[in-house]
């Protein structure tokens, strides 16, 4: 980074990414334990989970405040705008990514009685990993405004996509072999889309480590995984 | 001199503003002209002394000297077994020493510690030690690859000559707790894995014994049917327990990479010779094509002859109705130490598999048709075993299939230099 006359200008940038990479310090944490809590199906660990919540949003409300002030103040322009807006929108991103761990946690404590030890929650676990691995090198290539490990990470949600089509399709089988299971599968459905939202934000942030280091949005489709088969399996497997 | 009168002209401005000043301060304030001229040179006297002077002779004797290396502690701390990181009040790391470079590659000197290590358990253990003065503690996982486990201590220190009562730096040193928590983590899993899935093959085994010495106890035809079920239920026990088992030794030391250099070529002829009665009693041909050179990747030679059984026996199995199995050796250009690595691929012409399963057969106990997997023999945990050992040795599986037209099983390996 150029070091600008006014030496508290780049001491304001470095606070705004060092709150952001702690933001997402806490988000990490946050997902992971939310899937532990749902593996395990344990309540005090969900709680946790929620109890996390208020905390990551409090951050992102600093950091907006925080970048505002900037703007206002100093008027900041090419990567110091850039980087300014991009601090905005990965809190943004980070607290949606909050709020679907918190969902999850909040699913373990509803499913409480319904809940049985299917094998999916395996495919959940192995879903998650991805994810998790996604936001920590997508969080690794802001802090160190590496464009091509962002790619790499914009690049691999692919993976992400096709499990979850895997885990669809496989939720819907359970529910045809025993009705007592729909319960627990329909929030097993809504857990394995949170997570798979988590890894779209990902790619956000991917995109927006691009436009800092750029100067230029990432243009082009992703690469996607099949287009979500939303056909019932044709019979329950034996 | 000279010096002097450039940082004069650097400051003409301000001076022109000053003489402006004194001058609106003589004619209206009333302020005599000889005080005023006086206080004009004494603030032109002030410009000509170097700014870096006055702002360091300020701090001094607070902040400057902690954020600058003391040239003892690196080497202290490179002389540890153990990772280490110095930081100072604000959180900047100040020394990072080789164990934590390893924990932490992004941290920089200079930069604010949570740009390299943002685990909240971590960050919070350095708030309320900086806050308190007092030493503290915190565990956290760390995973870039296989998962890691640290706990951390963190204590304040006073490293600088300057000053002597509140804490200049902080070290964190790290001790590595993998093997410890792997182990817990196995005997967790043992247990779990275990139980669920010997109970199913138990119960079946009972029942058969119990209607043996029960209605069936004189029933010879029955006794001639049982006797074999019960048998490949046995095996199929010993089989899942000794699977149970390789999977969770490899999982404790998932996190050690392997270091002894192993030739590949004779661990995939010494894999294909060991499957040549099943392939020939399943009517299927092993073709093998090799390149020219020697090929050789750090790794556990058992490991990888586990990995290659796995996936070649697989294909015979699982493809028998394509009549061959093709396995490839190739080098590629990759992401290993020195650039290359080299890709052994696994092809059968059998029924193929669906594309929702694909990236899910690595999973433990997930298998694309329990059926067809209980009556070959398949335990669910070959791919999974096949994906730790890989993770071990930072290699990967990807895996192609076409319905009806075969799967491809292809292993990537960082491939070591060979030896001239």
Partial sequence: ?238 | MSAAINRLLEHRWAIVAVALVSCAFILVGGLSPLLGIIGFAVICAAMTVPRQQTLTAGLAASQQPAREPWPPLQSIMDALPDAVVAIDPASVVVAVNAAARKIAPALRQGEPISLGLRMPALLAAVRRTVATGKADRAEFSERSGAERWYEVHVVPAVLSPSSSQSPTHFLLTFHDQTQHRRIEQMRADFVANASHELRTPLAALSGFIDTLRGAAANDAPARERFLPIMQMQTERMARLIDDLLSLSRIELREHIAPDTPVDLLPVIREVIDSLQPLAKERGVEVLLVLPPQPLKARGDRDELIRVFENLVENAVKYGASGKRVEIQLETASGKGPNGGEVKISVRDFGPGIAPEHLPRLTERFYRVDVEQSRAVGGTGLGLALVKHILNRHGGRLSIESTLGAGSTFTVALPLTRPAH
């Avoid at chain 1, 806490?26 to 939310?34: H, R």
């Avoid at chain 1, 100093?74 to 991009?86: H, W």
């Avoid at chain 1, 287009?227 to 034996?238: E, H, M, N, T």
């Fill in chain 1, 1 to 238: 980074m150029n070091e600008h006359t006014i030496k508290a200008f780049d001491t304001e940038l470095k606070q705004l990414a060092r709150e952001i990479v702690e933001m997402g310090g806490l988000v990490e944490q946050q997902i992971a334990d939310a899937v532990n809590a749902l593996v395990k199906q344990d309540m005090d660990l969900a709680q946790v989970v929620i109890a996390a919540d208020p905390q990551v949003d409090a951050l992102q409300r600093e950091i907006e405040e925080k970048a505002v002030l900037t703007i206002a103040r100093r008027q900041p322009m090419a990567v110091d705008l850039r980087e300014t807006i991009a601090s905005l929108r990965i809190a943004g991103a980070l607290e949606r990514m909050g709020d679907y761990a918190k969902n999850i946690a909040k699913r373990v404590l509803a499913s409480g009685t319904d809940s049985r030890p299917l094998p999916v929650v395996r495919g959940l676990r192995h879903m998650a990993d991805l994810v998790l691995s996604a936001l920590k090198r997508v969080l690794d290539a802001y802090a160190q405004r590496d464009v091509t490990q962002a790619l790499a990470v914009w690049r691999g949600d692919e993976e992400i996509d096709a499990v979850n089509n895997s885990l669809f399709r496989e939720l819907l089988t359970y529910m045809m072999e025993d009705p007592r299971n729909i319960t627990f599968c329909t929030h097993l459905l809504f857990c394995a889309k949170n997570i798979e939202r988590i890894g779209d934000h990902a790619t956000n942030i991917a995109e927006t480590v691009y436009y800092i280091v750029q100067g230029v949005p990432l243009e082009g489709e992703r690469p996607k995984g099949d287009a979500l088969d939303l056909s019932a399996p044709v019979q329950p497997r034996g």
